[in-house]
Every structure is written in C-alpha cells, then in structure tokens.
C-alpha cells in the first residue's frame, strides 16, 4: 500500500513538473526589472486576430454596449418620468377650464414620452432626457419661489394686523 501511494504521488508530481513552463518561459511579474513600454503593453495587451470569430465578438461587444448604454438611458429616463410625477403633486390649482395643473401635466409627460420611445439615437435621447430634467428644475424653482411669496405675504399681513 505504502508503495502504490509513493508511487501515485511520484507520478503527480512528475505531472506537475511538465506542466510548468521552463523557467525561460515563465512570466516575469512586473515588479521583476526593468521592461521597456513595447513588452508590457506585449505582455498586458490582448492581441486581435483577423479572424472571423473577433468579428463575431466584437459585433457582440459592441451590441452588448449598446444595450447597457440603452438600458442607462431607460432607467434615467424612467427616474425623469418618475420625478414629473411627483413634482406634479405641487401643482393643485385648477386651470381655465377646471382641471388640476397635476393631471395636465401628467397627461402631457405621458405623451411626450410615448412619442420619444422609439427614439434611438443616444445624442438625441440624452438631448431630451437633460431638456426634461432642466424643465422639470425650473418648474420646482418657480414653484418653491412661489411658495416663498406666499409666506411672506402672509408673515407680512401677520406682522401689520397684529
């Protein structure tokens, strides 16, 4: 038994040792002397062969890119529609005809949205998602300067009645 596991184990080692490159093949760290810039970016740098397979994975790459920059938009334009929502709640007032600013503005957020969301061109949509993001801004300004008037009107009425 003791010879079989010597045996075995001579075997795994001289199966180790084959496996390991020759010590001029090894790979030297980079902390191992001086190289100059051509064998590190050699070293370091994937190398792209013309074959048809890189074409097939940089048409891959370049789809999966796509998608993450689609997918980065969608969830900002998402997070805009969200924030028109819940900037709309401000807005309590009736208009001309009767119906609350709120439910005008989220009709009409609605259906710019459905009209941008076909768009796929990421200047265009990077375009309407910072037009939004600053019209949906300076609604909140102009609300919260509104609301500061109004508080200090009242303060002021407050201050003369009394």
Known sequence: ???????????????????????SQQLRSIHEGPDTIDELLDRHLSKKSPTSSSSLLDDDALEAQA????????????GLYRDILRASRLF???DERG????ESLRANARREF??????RDPEVVARLLIGGR?????????????????????????????
């Not at 998608?67 to 969608?74: F, N, Y």
């Not at 119906?99 to 709120?102: K, L, S, T």
């Not at 459905?114 to 768009?119: D, S």
Request: proline share 5%.
């Open 1 to 23: 038994m003791a010879t079989a596991t010597r045996a075995r184990g001579s075997s795994l080692r001289r199966a180790l040792a084959a496996a390991r490159p020759a010590p």
């Open 114 to 119: 459905e009209e941008a969301r076909g768009e």
């Open 67 to 78: 998608r993450r920059r689609l997918t980065s938009s969608r969830r900002e334009a998402l």
């Open 99 to 102: 119906v609350p600013w709120r």
């Open 134 to 162: 600053d019209a949906v801004d300076q609604a909140l300004e102009r609300v919260a300067e509104a609301s500061r008037r109004m508080v200090q009107a009242e303060e002021a009425k407050r201050r003369g009645g009394a």
């Open 92 to 94: 309590e007032w009736p």
